[in-house]
């Protein structure tokens, strides 16, 4: 049973550009959260996404959007990227509000 | 604002002894409880969870308390093995209101388990 995973898993961007980061969600779960981990410091919430719908945000700007597909699959797009934007953008998904299994991440740095 | 708080950057304990982790909240809306550990190059991976409705949870050599009065919980690790080498992050959820499936992180502990 493939778990969660994550594409790419690095990417280097220039500041002012777009990215799209992509999840596709452990087998049977329904619901996609995105955070945000700095170094040295914990994941931080993005948004969730349940039944195509964006059903919470955390404290992120407009420039971060997402999406969800009838697959459950799941981007994350930031624009207009800013130096520190840069950090690991993990992707979690989980069938009940309790145990989110996390991917690998994707590591941006944005130069 | 910081609403999961662990205070210890990290831990050093040697092999076969017990690794005691400790995390602090303030929001008294959490209402349930994970514990999470991280590799260098990994996601976080699930370790154990506890609901505000119970004082401890046991899963092998790893046993989560809880203090509800304190807003304080633990995890404890016996015996610590080299393997358990890695970050270890508190997180907190609402389950029950509109903050449904969002976790709320603490900064993480490195603790690293000498043979």
């Known amino acids: 049973d493939a778990g969660v995973t994550q594409s790419p898993t690095h990417l280097i961007k220039t500041r002012g550009q777009q990215v799209t980061l992509r999840c596709s969600p452990k087998?049977?779960?329904?619901?996609v959260s995105w955070y945000q981990q700095a170094l040295g410091q914990g994941p931080q919430f993005i948004f969730q996404?349940?039944?195509?719908?964006?059903?919470q945000r955390g404290n992120f700007p407009d420039r971060f959007s997402g999406h969800q597909f009838p697959n459950y699959s799941s981007e994350l797009n930031v624009n207009a990227l800013l130096l520190g934007d840069s950090a690991l953008y993990l992707c979690?998904?989980?069938?009940?509000?309790?145990?989110?299994?996390f991917g690998q991440g994707t590591r941006l740095t944005v130069v | 604002d910081q609403q999961v708080k662990q205070n210890s950057p990290s831990l050093s304990v040697q092999e076969g002894r017990i690794s005691i982790l400790n995390c602090d909240y303030t929001?008294?809306?959490?209402?349930?409880f994970l514990w999470y550990k991280k590799y260098p190059a990994e996601g976080p991976t699930f370790l154990i969870s506890?609901?505000?409705?119970?004082d401890k949870n046991e899963d092998g050599r790893f046993t989560v308390f809880l203090n509800k009065s304190a807003k304080h919980l633990s995890l404890h690790i016996v015996p610590s093995q080299p393997g358990d080498s890695a970050v270890y992050f508190c997180?907190?959820?609402?389950?029950?209101?509109?903050?449904?499936?969002?976790?709320?992180f603490g900064q993480g502990t490195i603790l690293t388990v000498h043979p």
């Open positions: 979690a998904s989980s069938l009940s509000s309790y145990e989110a299994f």
């Open positions: 087998s049977g779960h329904d619901t």
């Open positions: 996404y349940y039944e195509e719908e964006e059903r």
């Open positions: 929001n008294s809306m959490f209402d349930y």
């Open positions: 506890i609901s505000s409705i119970k």
């Open positions: 997180a907190a959820s609402n389950a029950g209101g509109t903050s449904y499936g969002k976790l709320t």
